[in-house]
């Protein structure tokens, strides 16, 4: 196990504190993050949890946790894209995402909640199987795409291109966390932009005060998001 291979040598250069994001998209995971966690806290080293928790979402571990309100982002995104009159939704995210993946999925179901939409289905599928993506089009013909992230957003772009599904004209689709090649895509990608480099300083300050202040209760330190809008929720993007 590489991850706690990688620990047992941190606690034995005796580290004053760890940034941890814990992995996800492996069936081990959750008991990798366990016994990362364990050790460092056997070992009594601090943890900084970066953009997600190591137990499932709306549960809440011990460390201190610098990300985004990944909840409201999933709201702010799916109202956009009920803003641009889709009514049959889908969320698509593969099975064993982060935490935060569920929690996007909860702001994306509340976001549904009294809004003029006929459906919004959760499909934890593997969005670069065309027959998969196939599938949920025949099912329930969907006419908007939220993905757990752009990663997600670039696979299921790419399937929906081989079935001869234009986006945005047949379906629209949005994504999370403005990777770089988000606005390269064949149809740029509407998003949700994270202030990375702000959150590694946060995350710096959050250890340091850790560090001074051992017994603080654990903190969510949330930063805020920006909704980068492009082509494929069917909105022509505004000049730079």
Known sequence: MQAAQACRQLVGQRVSGVFFAPLELTPQKDAINRTVAEMLEKAGIPVVLLDRDLV???QRSSYDLVGI????AGYA?????IGRACKRLVF???????PTVDARIAGYREAAVGAPVELAEVCRVDPADPLKVKDILSRFRPDGFVCANDFTA???LKALTDLGVSVPDKVRMVGFDDVKYASLLSVPLTTIHQPC???GAIAISTMLERLREPKLPARDILLNFELVVRESCGTQRKKD
């Open 56 to 58: 499932s979402y709306p």
């Open 69 to 72: 309100d990944n909840r409201r």
């Open 77 to 81: 995104v799916t109202k956009h894209l």
């Open 92 to 98: 698509i995210g593969r099975p064993a995402s982060a």
């Open 154 to 156: 670039a696979n299921l």
């Open 197 to 199: 480099a702000t959150m």
